[in-house]
Protein backbone atom coordinates (compact mmCIF):
# COMPACT_ATOMS: atom_id res chain seq x y z
CA UNK A 1 0.00 0.00 0.00
CA UNK A 2 1.36 2.91 -0.92
CA UNK A 3 2.29 6.13 1.99
CA UNK A 4 0.20 8.79 2.48
CA UNK A 5 2.00 11.95 1.24
CA UNK A 6 2.12 14.62 3.93
CA UNK A 7 3.49 18.42 3.00
CA UNK A 8 5.00 20.61 5.57
CA UNK A 9 5.70 24.10 4.96
CA UNK A 10 8.00 25.46 7.50
CA UNK A 11 8.93 21.91 7.76
CA UNK A 12 12.43 22.15 8.81
CA UNK A 13 13.04 23.27 12.06
CA UNK A 14 10.92 24.04 15.61
CA UNK A 15 6.70 22.47 14.98
CA UNK A 16 7.25 21.87 11.35
CA UNK A 17 10.51 19.10 12.48
CA UNK A 18 8.40 17.71 15.55
CA UNK A 19 5.11 17.56 12.89
CA UNK A 20 7.11 15.84 10.13
CA UNK A 21 8.80 13.41 12.56
CA UNK A 22 4.63 12.33 14.23
CA UNK A 23 3.39 11.56 11.06
CA UNK A 24 6.60 9.34 9.84
CA UNK A 25 5.81 7.77 12.94
CA UNK A 26 2.23 7.04 11.32
CA UNK A 27 3.57 5.93 7.86
CA UNK A 28 3.21 9.00 6.34
CA UNK A 29 5.98 10.20 3.74
CA UNK A 30 6.74 13.49 4.59
CA UNK A 31 7.80 16.26 2.23
CA UNK A 32 9.01 19.47 3.46
CA UNK A 33 8.75 23.18 1.69
CA UNK A 34 11.29 25.42 3.43
CA UNK A 35 13.77 27.53 2.68
CA UNK A 36 16.45 26.41 4.92
CA UNK A 37 19.03 24.00 3.83
CA UNK A 38 20.56 23.33 7.16
CA UNK A 39 17.76 22.75 9.13
CA UNK A 40 16.12 20.77 6.36
CA UNK A 41 19.57 18.40 6.14
CA UNK A 42 19.33 17.79 9.46
CA UNK A 43 15.90 16.85 10.00
CA UNK A 44 15.72 14.21 7.21
CA UNK A 45 19.29 12.77 9.54
CA UNK A 46 16.27 12.42 11.81
CA UNK A 47 14.30 10.04 9.61
CA UNK A 48 17.08 8.23 8.22
CA UNK A 49 17.79 7.66 11.64
CA UNK A 50 13.86 5.94 12.10
CA UNK A 51 14.79 4.11 8.06
CA UNK A 52 11.91 6.76 6.71
CA UNK A 53 11.92 8.37 3.74
CA UNK A 54 11.47 11.76 3.42
CA UNK A 55 12.10 14.30 0.94
CA UNK A 56 13.48 18.25 1.00
CA UNK A 57 11.99 20.35 -1.52
CA UNK A 58 13.79 24.36 -1.41
CA UNK A 59 11.06 26.95 -1.72
CA UNK A 60 10.53 30.21 -1.41
CA UNK A 61 6.71 29.83 -0.70
CA UNK A 62 5.73 33.75 -0.78
CA UNK A 63 6.13 32.95 -4.59
CA UNK A 64 3.50 31.58 -6.57
CA UNK A 65 6.00 29.97 -9.23
CA UNK A 66 8.20 28.93 -6.92
CA UNK A 67 5.14 26.94 -5.03
CA UNK A 68 3.23 25.94 -8.42
CA UNK A 69 6.74 24.00 -9.10
CA UNK A 70 7.22 22.60 -5.69
CA UNK A 71 3.62 20.93 -5.78
CA UNK A 72 4.37 19.47 -9.36
CA UNK A 73 7.38 17.67 -8.34
CA UNK A 74 5.87 16.39 -5.73
CA UNK A 75 2.56 15.34 -8.06
CA UNK A 76 5.18 13.83 -10.44
CA UNK A 77 7.02 11.79 -7.88
CA UNK A 78 4.30 10.81 -5.91
CA UNK A 79 0.52 11.56 -7.13
CA UNK A 80 -1.12 12.39 -4.56
CA UNK A 81 -0.98 15.01 -1.66
CA UNK A 82 -2.79 13.47 1.38
CA UNK A 83 -1.86 16.49 3.84
CA UNK A 84 -1.31 20.03 3.50
CA UNK A 85 0.67 21.31 7.02
CA UNK A 86 1.02 25.41 6.64
CA UNK A 87 3.57 25.48 9.11
CA UNK A 88 5.70 28.57 6.95
CA UNK A 89 5.58 31.95 9.16
CA UNK A 90 6.32 33.95 11.41
CA UNK A 91 6.99 37.41 12.84
CA UNK A 92 10.72 39.78 11.88
CA UNK A 93 9.42 42.71 13.20
CA UNK A 94 7.75 43.88 16.88
CA UNK A 95 6.82 47.89 16.39
CA UNK A 96 4.66 50.32 17.63
CA UNK A 97 2.01 50.95 14.79
CA UNK A 98 3.19 54.18 14.04
CA UNK A 99 6.51 52.66 13.14
CA UNK A 100 5.58 49.91 11.39
CA UNK A 101 6.62 50.30 7.78
CA UNK A 102 4.56 49.51 4.56
CA UNK A 103 7.17 47.02 3.62
CA UNK A 104 7.21 45.40 7.27
CA UNK A 105 3.58 45.07 7.15
CA UNK A 106 4.10 43.34 3.43
CA UNK A 107 6.37 40.84 4.97
CA UNK A 108 4.31 39.38 7.72
CA UNK A 109 1.30 39.00 5.66
CA UNK A 110 3.72 37.38 2.60
CA UNK A 111 5.21 35.53 4.97
CA UNK A 112 1.72 34.00 6.65
CA UNK A 113 -0.88 34.86 5.05
CA UNK A 114 -0.11 34.73 1.54
CA UNK A 115 2.00 31.35 2.03
CA UNK A 116 -0.92 29.47 3.39
CA UNK A 117 -2.77 30.80 0.82
CA UNK A 118 -0.71 29.92 -2.10
CA UNK A 119 -0.14 26.19 -0.81
CA UNK A 120 -3.60 25.64 -0.06
CA UNK A 121 -4.39 26.54 -3.35
CA UNK A 122 -1.37 24.59 -4.74
CA UNK A 123 -2.64 21.32 -2.96
CA UNK A 124 -6.73 21.52 -3.73
CA UNK A 125 -6.47 19.85 -7.24
CA UNK A 126 -5.14 16.72 -6.47
CA UNK A 127 -7.10 16.52 -3.32
CA UNK A 128 -10.27 17.28 -4.99
CA UNK A 129 -9.11 14.67 -7.57
CA UNK A 130 -8.83 12.06 -5.07
CA UNK A 131 -12.34 12.75 -3.13
CA UNK A 132 -10.24 13.19 -0.26
CA UNK A 133 -7.56 15.40 1.95
CA UNK A 134 -6.99 17.40 4.77
CA UNK A 135 -5.28 20.63 5.67
CA UNK A 136 -4.16 22.27 8.99
CA UNK A 137 -3.65 25.80 9.08
CA UNK A 138 -1.62 27.98 11.42
CA UNK A 139 -2.76 30.40 13.46
CA UNK A 140 -1.82 32.00 17.16
CA UNK A 141 -2.94 32.74 20.30
CA UNK A 142 -2.42 36.77 18.50
CA UNK A 143 -4.86 35.74 16.41
CA UNK A 144 -7.67 35.78 18.71
CA UNK A 145 -6.63 37.92 21.13
CA UNK A 146 -4.68 40.44 19.12
CA UNK A 147 -1.34 42.21 21.12
CA UNK A 148 0.36 45.32 21.35
CA UNK A 149 3.57 45.91 18.95
CA UNK A 150 1.92 42.98 16.80
CA UNK A 151 -0.55 44.24 14.59
CA UNK A 152 0.81 42.86 11.58
CA UNK A 153 1.34 39.78 12.90
CA UNK A 154 -2.07 39.47 15.03
CA UNK A 155 -3.84 40.80 12.38
CA UNK A 156 -2.03 38.10 9.94
CA UNK A 157 -2.96 35.13 12.26
CA UNK A 158 -6.77 36.63 12.06
CA UNK A 159 -6.72 36.37 8.66
CA UNK A 160 -5.77 32.88 8.71
CA UNK A 161 -8.68 31.73 10.57
CA UNK A 162 -11.32 33.34 8.79
CA UNK A 163 -9.59 32.38 5.38
CA UNK A 164 -9.67 28.50 6.45
CA UNK A 165 -13.10 28.49 7.86
CA UNK A 166 -14.22 30.16 4.52
CA UNK A 167 -12.10 27.14 3.01
CA UNK A 168 -13.72 24.62 5.00
CA UNK A 169 -17.09 25.50 3.94
CA UNK A 170 -15.94 25.55 0.34
CA UNK A 171 -14.22 22.53 0.05
CA UNK A 172 -16.41 20.31 2.47
CA UNK A 173 -18.35 18.88 -0.71
CA UNK A 174 -15.66 17.64 -2.05
CA UNK A 175 -14.53 15.78 1.16
CA UNK A 176 -11.48 17.80 2.20
CA UNK A 177 -11.59 19.14 5.59
CA UNK A 178 -9.79 22.36 6.69
CA UNK A 179 -8.89 23.18 10.44
CA UNK A 180 -6.57 25.44 12.21
CA UNK A 181 -4.21 24.95 15.16
CA UNK A 182 -3.71 28.07 17.37
CA UNK A 183 -0.04 27.25 19.64
CA UNK A 184 0.68 29.63 22.22
CA UNK A 185 3.77 30.30 23.52
CA UNK A 186 6.16 27.34 22.27
CA UNK A 187 9.58 26.05 23.28
CA UNK A 188 11.51 26.27 20.00
CA UNK A 189 15.04 26.71 19.75
CA UNK A 190 14.24 29.76 18.03
CA UNK A 191 11.42 31.21 20.79
CA UNK A 192 13.95 29.79 23.53
CA UNK A 193 17.39 31.82 22.20
CA UNK A 194 15.39 35.27 22.02
CA UNK A 195 15.16 34.62 26.69
CA UNK A 196 17.90 33.56 29.19
CA UNK A 197 16.73 30.92 31.46
CA UNK A 198 15.05 33.29 34.09
CA UNK A 199 13.55 35.34 32.02
CA UNK A 200 11.93 32.11 29.91
CA UNK A 201 10.58 30.31 33.81
CA UNK A 202 9.18 33.83 33.99
CA UNK A 203 7.43 34.17 30.50
CA UNK A 204 6.19 30.63 30.70
CA UNK A 205 5.55 30.01 34.37
CA UNK A 206 2.94 32.79 34.54
CA UNK A 207 0.29 30.76 31.69
CA UNK A 208 -2.11 28.14 34.10
CA UNK A 209 -0.31 25.32 33.24
CA UNK A 210 2.91 26.35 34.43
CA UNK A 211 5.17 25.62 31.52
CA UNK A 212 5.36 26.78 27.59
CA UNK A 213 3.80 23.93 25.28
CA UNK A 214 6.18 21.97 23.33
CA UNK A 215 6.65 21.32 19.55
CA UNK A 216 5.75 17.79 19.87
CA UNK A 217 2.79 18.60 22.07
CA UNK A 218 1.67 20.94 19.06
CA UNK A 219 2.23 18.24 16.55
CA UNK A 220 0.04 15.88 18.35
CA UNK A 221 -2.62 18.73 17.91
CA UNK A 222 -1.66 18.58 14.26
CA UNK A 223 -1.78 14.91 14.00
CA UNK A 224 -5.49 14.91 15.95
CA UNK A 225 -7.11 17.50 13.14
CA UNK A 226 -5.51 15.58 9.93
CA UNK A 227 -6.17 11.94 11.29
CA UNK A 228 -9.36 9.86 11.18
CA UNK A 229 -10.49 10.56 14.75
CA UNK A 230 -11.44 14.28 13.79
CA UNK A 231 -13.13 12.84 10.03
CA UNK A 232 -16.45 15.14 11.06
CA UNK A 233 -14.74 18.15 12.57
CA UNK A 234 -13.41 20.89 9.82
CA UNK A 235 -13.68 24.95 9.66
CA UNK A 236 -12.22 24.75 13.96
CA UNK A 237 -9.81 26.29 15.58
CA UNK A 238 -7.67 23.64 18.20
CA UNK A 239 -5.86 25.95 21.15
CA UNK A 240 -2.81 23.96 22.03
CA UNK A 241 -2.01 26.76 24.48
CA UNK A 242 -1.62 25.38 28.15
CA UNK A 243 -4.89 27.87 28.44
CA UNK A 244 -3.45 30.63 27.91
CA UNK A 245 -6.73 31.55 25.76
CA UNK A 246 -9.56 30.21 26.29
CA UNK A 247 -12.25 31.47 23.68
Same mark, same amino acid.
Given at each position: ?42 ? !? ?26 ? =? ?23 ? *?????? =? ?13 ? !?????? *? ?28 ? =? ?5 ? *?????? !? ?11 ? *? ?21 ? !? ?44
Amino acid at each position: MESKVIVVTGGASGIGRATVLRFSEEGFLPIILDRNVEAADAT !LSLLELGNVEGRFIQADLTNKAEVVGAF =AQILSSYGRIDVLVNLAGGTFHKNR *IQDVTA =AEWKDCLDLNLKTTF !LCSQAA *IAPMKQAGQGTIVNTASNFGITGGAERTHY =AASKAAI *IAFSKS !LATELAPAGIRVN *IVAPGLTGTERVRDKYDKDEWAA !LSGVLPMGRAVMPEEVADGIFFLAGEESDYVTGATLHVNGGMVMP
